[in-house]
């Protein structure tokens, strides 16, 4: 449904433009519906970049992004509006994508004027009290507040059915759970469940693996704007092959296992490895890596695998 | 003993009336503790902190004390607290990342940080780069301005300038929330470290995120509506939680391997209800399971097995 093959994104910075950041390094993957693939990268990894590329807010410097067949990265004015009925994306702070002068309702009505203006008021209120209740809300608790009366994970809620009341079937989630408390978090997690047990395709752009891991279908781990690893979740989250993949899972704050217990298993697997992974090594080819797949749907990009003498953390020889 | 909070009791103004974010709050903190602080937003964790530390104009003490090391801290006069500030409390707040001037040289920042609190700069300097390079940065950094350092980097910085005087008890607010999970870690660490080189004697951590506390935290203290629910070692709070509001939240929390479609969690029903007119008895018996008639009256915070604290009726 989502395709997206090659793509780079070049910013400009400086003061006339002069510097450029590579945030993305072709990236490579695909989305299909009914599917959650999880975007997992730290600060600066170009997760973020992405989901911006798909929803068309910045541009593709080169590569292509596809929606089920047609290009996004050239569509103009009336295309873009259709391509804007089927990809919808929420962000991380809930409060800034509302209008704080605006009741809850009034936020949906601006979205009937653009998009259903032949959709009566009576016929429309329907609409959105379905969609209200689709995402587990009450309508009349929620549609004649204001946003500050609300909590973030109602307004996380709220964008999502707004996004719904379009003919919605790819949701981009950036980060939509960070900003929520724990108690809420986890709500918002199981209406993604139930929109892809609906046939969405769902983006979802996190640095948390163990949200990424409980939703997600398929993981994509970037690294300085490259894919290192990708595939299945089960198989990713099982036996991670990318030393940097490696590092993220045992970072991440368990509640079953200390770190100095993860750490511990890591060095027995290190000593027993015995070399050094070059992956921070990366060469600055024009191209990006080559991701290899080291078994049926789990590709990974570490710069020895390619090479000659594979790399002993991934334990496959690679057939040149 | 090194801290002990009495029946501590902070209101907010608002125009709609004090908003009562802390109310009656108890506990103790032996030396060399680090004890973390779960809740919601709007628990009143936030405020105990700054309670400790700095009341804001708008936060009015009402009742209560806090002792430091046998001394009753003026925590309501904020011009007496200033004698207690860095070298006895001491604070890593929650934009640490903003927390420094930006149009100073880190090196000056620092020098001027501690001049002003009658400390000759050339006297802890040594210290303060042997501590700098304990949490992985060299002494390079002094010579540097915050925009130049990333945000894992300014956290470190910080947390080496916030404890440079050794203080007694150290806050640490929302410390590694901002944070990629790697330098999460890495700060986290560089705690624990500071406590077992007894930078510091004690340490408060207050976080939303439990799951980094039980990592890093020795006891863990959840709240709930400007109340404490239960106080436990942070295993047993995590494996072996009483209060319902604790199990609701630790078990809200997806574990590394956890699948939606296999173990579908759950959250908690319901918002905390609002400080401005808190509810008589139990505060969480609106959202509680397990609610009977007697939790219309206000549960006592007990000692229900060594070091494990508990104020709700159904735990036995």
Redesign the interface.
């Given at each position: 449904m989502l395709e997206l093959v090659d793509v780079h994104k070049v910013y400009r910075v400086g003061t006339f433009g002069t510097g450029t950041v590579h945030a993305v390094r072709g990236v490579t993957f695909d989305v299909q519906p009914g599917e959650v693939v999880s975007l997992i990268g730290e600060s600066g990894s170009g997760k973020s970049t992405i989901g911006r590329m798909v929803l068309r807010l910045v541009t593709a410097t080169s590569g292509s992004i596809r929606f089920e067949g047609a290009d996004v990265v050239s569509l103009r004015h009336r295309g873009l509006r259709e391509y804007y009925r089927h990809a919808q994306g929420v962000f991380q702070d809930p409060f800034s994508s509302y209008n704080p002068i605006f009741k809850v309702d009034r936020t949906f009505e601006t979205l009937r004027r653009s998009y259903f203006p032949r959709v009566t008021g009576a016929q429309w209120s329907e609409r959105v009290d379905e969609a209200v209740h689709s995402v587990g809300l009450v309508p009349s608790e929620v549609l004649g507040k204001f946003p500050h009366q609300l909590s973030g994970g109602q307004l996380q809620r709220l964008l999502i059915a707004r996004a719904l009341l379009l003919d919605l079937r790819l949701l981009v989630a950036d980060e939509i759970i960070s900003m929520l408390d724990a108690s809420t978090r986890i709500d918002v997690l199981n209406l993604l469940g139930d929109l892809k047990a609906r046939g969405l395709g769902i983006l979802f752009v996190t640095h948390d693996l163990s949200l990424g891991n409980y939703v997600s279908d398929k993981v994509v781990i970037l690294y300085q704007g490259r894919v290192v690893e990708r595939g299945v979740t089960a198989a990713v989250f099982a036996d991670p092959k990318h030393p940097y993949t490696r590092t993220l899972l045992a970072s991440v704050p368990q509640l079953d296992r200390r770190w100095e217990e993860v750490e511990a298993d890591e060095a027995l697997r290190t000593a027993a490895l015995g070399d050094r992974c070059l992956y921070h090594e990366q060469v600055d080819d024009e191209h990006g890596l080559g991701l290899v797949e080291i078994e049926p749907g789990h590709f990974v990009g570490c710069f020895r695998m390619a090479a000659d003498d594979p790399c002993p953390g991934a334990r496959v020889t690679v057939a040149r | 003993m090194s801290l002990r909070v009495d029946d501590l009791a902070v209101h907010y103004r608002t125009t709609r009336g004090d908003v009562k974010a802390l109310d009656g709050v108890t506990f103790e903190i032996a030396d060399g503790e680090i004890m973390g602080v779960a809740g919601?937003?709007g628990c009143g964790k936030t405020t105990l902190g700054k309670a400790l530390i700095r009341l804001e104009h708008r936060m009015k003490h009402v009742r209560g004390t806090v002792t430091l090391d046998g001394r009753t801290l003026p925590i309501a006069d904020d011009h007496a607290m200033n004698a207690y500030r860095y070298d006895k409390v001491s604070l890593i707040p929650q934009y640490a990342m903003s927390a420094m001037n930006p149009t100073r040289k880190i090196g000056r920042m620092i020098r001027e940080l501690v001049t002003s609190r009658g400390v000759a700069y050339e006297s802890v300097q040594p210290e303060l780069e042997r501590r700098l390079r304990l949490v992985g940065l060299d002494e390079g950094v002094l010579a540097r301005y915050p925009i130049e350092l990333s945000?894992g980097m300014k956290q470190r910085v910080v947390m080496v300038l916030a404890t440079l005087l050794d203080p007694s008890l150290l806050i640490g607010d929302e410390v590694t929330s901002a944070l990629?999970?790697?330098s999460?870690?890495a700060v986290?660490?560089a705690l624990v470290e500071f406590r077992d080189r007894e930078f510091v004697r004690s340490v408060v951590v207050v976080t939303?995120?439990?799951?980094?506390l039980?990592?890093m935290a020795d006891t863990i203290l959840v709240m709930y509506a400007g109340r404490l629910a239960e106080k436990a070692s942070a295993t047993t709070v995590?494996d072996r939680p009483l209060h319902p509001y604790t199990k609701?939240?630790?078990g809200?929390?997806?574990?590394?391997?956890?699948?939606?479609?296999h173990a579908?969690?759950?959250?908690?029903v319901g918002?905390p209800p609002s400080l401005l007119d808190p509810p008589t008895g139990c505060r969480f018996r609106e959202r509680c399971p397990l609610a009977m008639a007697k939790c219309q009256e206000q549960p006592e915070f007990r000692e229900v097995a060594p070091g494990h604290q508990v104020a709700c009726w159904a735990v036995a």
């Open positions: - | 919601e937003s945000g990629d999970v790697t999460q870690k986290a660490r939303h995120d439990i799951s980094v039980y990592q995590i609701m939240l630790v809200a929390l997806p574990k590394v391997g956890e699948r939606y479609d579908r969690l759950s959250g908690i918002r």
